[in-house]
């Protein structure tokens, strides 16, 4: 664990504070505790609402050490449930797939329904005989984990207690409400993934600044420069970038993307990322949304899962622009790649305090560090609850 | 249960085809029936009823009233075969 003191210097303002000390990016026993008041205190991204289109389609994830299973269900709703059969515990679903009645446990096949009602038991009062007096159905339905999708991402709150979602990220969903529409997933192309040997904290605290762009994607220089971009923080929510320069991709005969309807002005030449925290990245433009989900793999592993959607269905978009996108997006994202695997490395040096902020750049990246550190603060202080 | 039945059976156990499964079971326990055995029929009919179920055969809501009949299970209310369909 570390300090308490040394986490209060995170919490002092930008001028004079430190970054998150060593143990954040290095400690096992700090990891942990991360896991605990920070990941599954708060809505953490998981998935995706396309992984599971279909009703029955039923997608397993190990968050953290967790298992969890995402289901959808007959209305189109998605339910998270705990992976884990009342009965012996055993894993339900180990690999995504579509049940087509009920999510059946592979052990002595209790059977669940979508909603996570436990609706069969065989044999369980002996050969033939389905029902006992002790194994009340009504008691032993699947453990449901609190949900959430938006933006097409699956967030979770696994200890149960923290404020509703709607209420959590109530400002930024008031400054993304233009943004509040169907999104169409772009299909294959428009997915991909990265797995990176750093700590998932640095790929936010990465993400959420502009300070580093002109050195780290020089490519942006020529249109897209520094001082195009303004800071995203507000203190105990949330933080990122906004661009006021967003340039539309566009195809050899001059084909772009189709726009959202009814986008303010703004938007034609803005786009907004922010970090949706704890591990959740999202960017906004007039024609497309990425999402990504960081899952914390380890204390230095983290993979990022990416997806791109779109105003339009992929087969009303043109096909050889979802790939272009994709691929200058990968691009971008891994150009970021060794700055966060060297910053990982950088934590190793014994000597590093935490770092020193720039107090005009990096208010975003320290946004993310108070957020953290409040959360592990009261944490601490409330009384240790085993999740 | 007769030898060829009992090979459809593990076939289909090994190629994981539920619907076959319920199929088979819901024999083994229309055999068991006939011979009066009706501890075997009623394993043999649980067994057709959950494969059934798994496989969103609307036949899994008559396995589970003739279950639920003899006080073999709880009756599923809104097991139907029209709903249950519309899970394939």
């Avoid at chain 1, 052990?107 to 007096?133: F, M």
């Avoid at chain 1, 700590?199 to 001082?227: D, F």
Wanted: charged residues 25%; aromatic residues 10%.
């Amino acid at each position: 664990m570390s300090d308490t003191h040394v986490l209060a210097k995170v919490l002092e303002p930008v001028s004079g504070a430190r970054g998150l000390p060593n143990e954040h990016y290095t400690d096992p026993d700090v990891f942990d505790e991360e896991r605990r008041h920070v990941l599954f205190a708060n809505w953490s991204g998981i998935g995706f609402g396309k992984n599971i289109p279909d009703t029955g389609d039923t997608w397993p994830v190990d968050f953290l050490g967790m298992p969890l299973l995402m289901v959808r269900d007959e209305d189109g709703s998605i339910n998270v449930f705990q992976n884990t059969c009342r009965h012996r515990g055993m894993i339900l679903v180990e690999q995504p797939k579509k049940v087509r009645g009920t999510i059946r446990c592979p052990y002595h096949c209790w059977c669940y329904s979508l909603k996570g009602d436990l609706r069969a038991t065989p044999h369980v009062g002996g050969p033939g005989h389905n029902t006992h007096e002790e194994i009340v159905h009504e008691d032993l339905g699947l453990f449901r984990i609190r949900s959430f999708v938006w933006q097409d991402v699956v967030f979770v709150n696994v200890d149960g207690n923290a404020p509703a979602f709607e209420e959590a990220n109530a400002h930024l969903l008031k400054r993304w409400k233009e943004f509040e529409r169907d999104l169409y997933h772009g299909g294959e192309k428009a997915s991909f993934k990265l797995e990176v040997d750093t700590n998932w904290k640095l790929a936010v605290e990465n993400y959420c600044e502009s300070y580093h762009l002109p050195w780290v994607h020089p490519g942006l220089n020529s249109y897209s420069r520094l001082e195009d971009h303004y800071h995203i923080q507000e203190p105990g929510l949330y933080s990122g970038q906004g661009t006021m320069v967003y340039r539309q991709l566009s195809g050899e005969a001059g084909e772009v993307f189709p726009d959202f309807d009814g986008l303010s002005e703004h938007w034609n030449t803005g786009a907004e990322y922010i970090a949706v925290y704890p591990n959740v990245l999202l960017g906004v433009h007039r024609d497309h949304t990425f999402a990504i989900v960081l899952e914390p793999v380890t204390l230095n592993k983290t993979v990022e899962h990416i997806e791109l959607y779109y105003a339009k269905p992929a087969d009303k978009l043109p096909e050889s622009l979802i790939e272009k996108n994709s691929e200058q997006w990968k691009e971008v994202f891994k150009e970021d790649i060794f700055v966060v695997e060297g910053m990982q490395k950088g934590r190793q040096g014994v000597m590093f305090d935490g770092g020193k902020f720039s107090p005009e750049m990096d208010g975003p990246t320290h946004c993310f560090h108070h957020w953290v550190a409040s959360r592990l603060m009261q944490g601490r202080n409330s009384a240790d609850k085993p999740v | 249960m007769n030898e060829v039945l009992h090979t459809k059976l593990l076939k289909a156990h090994e190629c994981d085809d539920t619907a076959t499964l319920a199929l088979l079971y819901a024999q083994a326990a229309d055999e068991s029936q006939g011979t009066g055995d009706t501890q075997a029929m009623f394993f043999f009919l649980t067994q057709a009823y959950i494969f059934a179920l798994d496989s969103g055969l609307p036949v899994a809501a008559d396995y589970n009233r003739r279950l639920a009949k003899h006080g073999r299970d709880v009756l599923q209310k809104d097991l139907t075969g029209s709903q249950l369909d519309t899970h394939r």
